[in-house]
């Protein structure tokens, strides 16, 4: 079926939900291709971290065009504040969290019903994801594509810790109340890390589709280029390909994270 051909899907019980700073063009590239691939939420929540004020008039500009809801900042207050705030400007049942640098790909409408059927017939299942840097390591297949990703504190890889994450997402808008809050104060890979704990500590249930780099693609590009910031020796760390380096930052992560969920609270 052609683009021109496609029916509008209405999603009436899911909020979109974008974290913005700085990226205003990213993020009205984001909205317009849902606008595009004719994908209607029951609300659209813009939450903005305290932009410039170019990129804010811009934003402002787009909410004619997109109608939403745009939760403004006075300052800048980090990621984890944004998402706080923008959650409980929420008022669907689910929320779609997408941070405005990515983009979806044409099966996402696909991905996220099923995603969506999965979470509405379940009352345990948390989370639902559709991107991943890496491949969990202990997967449970289910159906439609997608799988529960499984926390068994005593295996050794690592990246089973990050059940839970940042990137693209349906969640149950009841999430914090079962979770918490972001920390807030603190970076925001921290404030990351520090939820995907609280979700395991919580015995959160997440799923994620076997196609997780196929679902959206992050863009940044030198006119609006990744907020994140992080410590050059961090950098060095995680884009080195040195044998050694890679071994000490294995086996640091893997006691570290053991230590973080026995005794962060």
């Known amino acids: 079926m052609s683009q021109m051909e496609k029916q509008t899907t ?15 063009s990213s993020l009205e590239r984001l909205l317009e291709s849902f606008k595009q691939q004719k994908i209607e939420f029951k609300e659209i929540i813009i939450s903005d971290d305290g932009s410039h004020l170019d990129h804010l008039t811009r934003v402002r500009r787009l909410r004619d065009k997109f109608n939403f809801k ?57 989370l639902v994801r559709f991107y991943a840097y890496h491949k969990h390591p202990y997967l449970k297949p289910l159906k439609d594509g997608f799988a529960e990703m499984k926390f068994f504190f005593w295996r050794p890889n690592f990246w089973q810790f990050f059940c839970y994450s940042d990137h693209p997402h349906l969640r149950r808008s009841s999430f914090p109340a079962k979770f918490g809050d972001y920390k807030e104060g603190i970076s925001s890979d921290r404030a990351e890390f520090l939820m ?28 609006e280029p990744s907020q994140i910031s992080r410590k050059k020796i961090r950098k060095y760390m995680q884009l080195t390909d040195s044998f050694l380096i890679r071994m000490l930052r294995t086996i640091y992560r893997n006691i570290k994270f053991r230590l973080d969920y026995l005794f962060l609270k």
């Open 10 to 24: 209405f999603l009436d019980q899911v909020a979109l939900l974008v974290t913005h700073y700085n990226r205003s």
């Open 70 to 126: 745009f939760v403004e900042s006075d300052k800048n207050r980090g990621l984890a504040n944004n998402i706080n705030k923008g959650q409980r400007a929420v008022s669907a049942s689910y929320t779609l969290y997408v941070q405005e640098d990515f983009v979806p790909a044409d099966q996402f409408i696909d991905r996220l019903k099923d995603g969506l059927k999965l979470i509405e017939k379940d009352p345990t299942i948390d």
């Open 196 to 223: 995907a704990i609280s979700f395991l500590k919580n015995k959160g249930k997440a799923l994620i589709h076997k196609d997780y780099s196929h679902i959206f693609f992050q863009k940044n590009d030198q006119l």
